[in-house]
């Protein structure tokens, strides 16, 4: 199965951006999917395909992708953004990163 | 509006057998492949199955294979996950989710999850 690496956690002040990443092999040469998942709420996806937003996803989120890495960038994070995030490719079947949990502070 | 509405989830012996149903609404579901994704206690998110839109093409993580077997209904709106010789390690809240178009395995609506527990 293909591995996707995430950082188990991170903080960031309100106002400030948070950069997540989420490497793999050659992960550059595939498309990445970002999803966000608050306490007792099923997953949401905020970015597609490198990095389209679905409607609906303020435009603080944002994302990207290159080589091995994929990154989720949130500008301006806010309180409400406090989460787990969850990255997502295609490598034959799907693959999810561990997810990263986003502390606003 | 889209709603996926899961059920069939409880507390199984292991070795036992659960269905679970995900019944959907507010679009045309037999347009979308559909997915089933797991998420055990504490942990993240592991896609289990999929299966095309006409129910033609099913596929699943190796470590159900044999054991889970994904269908669908499209008269009834319905997707549905037999489950089999279920395992200590198959505990966990069960989604099922609508693909985006395109083949990415990208999932743009969530059901409300269903848990299934497994344990004597």
């Known amino acids: 199965s293909y591995d996707l690496s995430q950082p188990p956690s991170m903080s960031v002040s309100p106002g400030q951006t948070a950069s997540i990443a989420c490497s793999g092999d050659?992960?550059?040469?595939?498309?990445v999917c970002w999803y966000q998942q608050k306490p007792g709420q099923s997953p949401v996806m905020i970015i597609y395909q490198n990095d389209k937003r679905p409607s609906g996803i303020p435009e603080r989120f944002s994302g990207c992708i290159s080589a091995n890495t994929a990154t989720l960038t949130i500008s301006g994070t806010q309180a409400v953004d406090e989460a787990d995030y969850y990255c997502q490719t295609l490598d034959g079947k799907p693959a999810f990163g561990g997810g990263t949990k986003l502390t606003v502070l | 509006e889209v709603h996926l509405v899961e059920s069939g989830g409880g507390l199984v012996q292991p070795g036992g057998s659960l269905r679970l149903s995900c019944a959907a609404s507010?679009?045309?579901?037999?347009?979308?492949?559909m997915s089933w994704v797991r998420q055990a206690p504490g942990k993240g998110l592991e896609w289990v199955a999929n299966?095309?839109?006409?129910?033609?093409?099913?596929y699943y993580v190796d470590s159900v294979k044999g054991r889970f077997t994904i269908s669908r209904d499209n008269a009834k709106n319905s997707l549905y996950l037999q489950m089999n010789t279920l395992r200590v390690e198959d505990t966990a809240v069960y989604y099922c989710a609508r693909e985006i178009p395109g083949g990415q395995v990208w999932l743009d609506y969530w059901g409300q999850g269903t848990l299934v527990t497994v344990s004597s």
């Open positions: 507010g679009f045309t579901f037999s347009g979308y492949w």
């Open positions: 050659k992960l550059g040469n595939k498309n």
């Open positions: 299966t095309k839109d006409d129910g033609s093409e099913k």
